[in-house]
């Protein structure tokens, strides 16, 4: 778990370099949430924060990752997580946005 910002961030040129270079090494096609999946996204993570009683204070859903600021509690935050990736995961698996053979 990192906590804060590395001192040294690379720029977003090289960042887009680098995804470019990686694009024939990966296994799997990079995929980027579209404005149509965040519902269901976040719908998720409203069941899970529901279900578990965990409280969220913030949460931001990007085009290629999510941020959360989640209260402590009595579940690690390993476990937490994987919670989150794994309701949303299934929901949009269900709904046919994302195939079963892909990672998500």
Not at 26 to 32: A, P, R, S, V
Not at 67 to 94: C, G, P, V, W
Request: net charge positive; hydrophobic share 35%; proline share 3%.
């Amino acid at each position: 778990m990192h906590f804060g910002r590395k001192k040294v961030q690379p720029s977003a040129r090289d960042i887009r370099e680098f995804q470019e270079r990686s694009r024939n090494a990966l296994k799997y096609e990079l995929l980027k949430f579209i404005l149509s999946e965040y519902t269901a996204i976040a719908d998720s993570f409203a069941e899970v924060i529901r279900n578990h009683s965990y409280t969220c204070y913030a949460c931001v859903i990007m085009p290629d990752h999510i941020h959360m600021l989640i209260h402590k509690h009595k579940d690690q935050a390993e476990e937490m997580l994987d919670k989150f990736q794994n309701y949303s995961r299934s929901r949009l698996r269900t709904l046919g946005i994302r195939a079963a053979d892909h990672p998500v």
